[in-house]
T-cell receptor, first 114, second 113 residues
Framework: QKEVEQNSGPLSVPEGAIASLNCTYS??????FFWYRQYSGKSPELIMF????GDKEDGRFTAQLNKASQYVSLLIRDSQPSDSATYLCAVNQARGSTLGRLYFGRGTQLTVWP | NAGVMQNPRHLVRRRGQEARLRCSPMKGHSHVYWYRQLPEEGLKFMVYLQKENIIDESGMPKERFSAEFPKEGPSILRIQQVVRGDSAAYFCASSAGTDPGYTFGSGTRLTVV
């Protein structure tokens, strides 16, 4: 059974702070890692993906991957109230693309208060 | 590009009826996935299809649930003899197979009364 675990939250941070979201996975064969954002009542939206160990930055978002520790994280800098959502971590066995099922965590609910 | 289109957005069925959920993938996408999301839970994989083929149905309940992706037309997720426990949001996603991640549709919220 391939497990993806996320800190359950909810996570609450003030506007302008850094929000840190964490995820661990059980399958060492996982090659691709994704972060989706889901607003209440809406569908998941892909915001970051990472394939290699280290950091990947895109605007205010940074994804971090450590395959040895089977750990992936998402940092949101200068958090805004519009970042308030549930963040879903997902993993896949294909590298460089997405083929087959994604394994999702249960999500971490983030609230950014003004 | 219209994105991944799902319909209906909301569906109410009485116990014992059939539910049909439709999904049209993005143009150029030949891979379709169905996921179910219960309240306060993550996304649970159900089935992965390509045109006229079921690739992975390991997440589908053994009874009452079926899926197809015909050569022409949308993918269909069919739930026969619905029960209250089937009430959930059902999301379809599509990909070209070469892109990172999926694109999700807006979902169908099924309520069984």
């Amino acid at each position: 059974q391939k497990e993806v675990e996320q800190n359950s939250g909810p996570l609450s941070v003030p506007e302008g702070a850094i929000a840190s979201l964490n995820c661990t996975y059980s399958d060492r064969g996982s090659q691709s890692f994704f972060w989706y954002r889901q607003y209440s009542g809406k569908s998941p939206e892909l915001i970051m993906f990472i394939y290699s160990n280290g950091d990947k930055e895109d605007g205010r978002f940074t994804a971090q991957l450590n395959k040895a520790s089977q750990y992936v994280s998402l940092l949101i800098r200068d958090s805004q109230p519009s970042d308030s959502a549930t963040y879903l971590c997902a993993v896949n066995q294909a590298r460089g693309s997405t083929l087959g099922r994604l394994y999702f965590g249960r999500g971490t609910q983030l609230t950014v208060w003004p | 590009n219209a994105g991944v289109m799902q319909n209906p957005r909301h569906l109410v069925r009485r116990r014992g009826q059939e539910a049909r959920l439709r999904c049209s993938p993005m143009k150029g996408h030949s891979h379709v996935y169905w996921y179910r999301q219960l309240p306060e839970e993550g996304l649970k994989f159900m089935v992965y299809l390509q045109k006229e083929n079921i690739i992975d149905e390991s997440g589908m309940p053994k009874e009452r649930f079926s899926a197809e992706f015909p050569k022409e037309g949308p993918s269909i997720l069919r739930i026969q003899q619905v029960v209250r426990g089937d009430s959930a949001a059902y999301f379809c996603a599509s990909s070209a197979g070469t892109d990172p991640g999926y694109t999700f549709g807006s979902g169908t919220r099924l309520t069984v009364v």
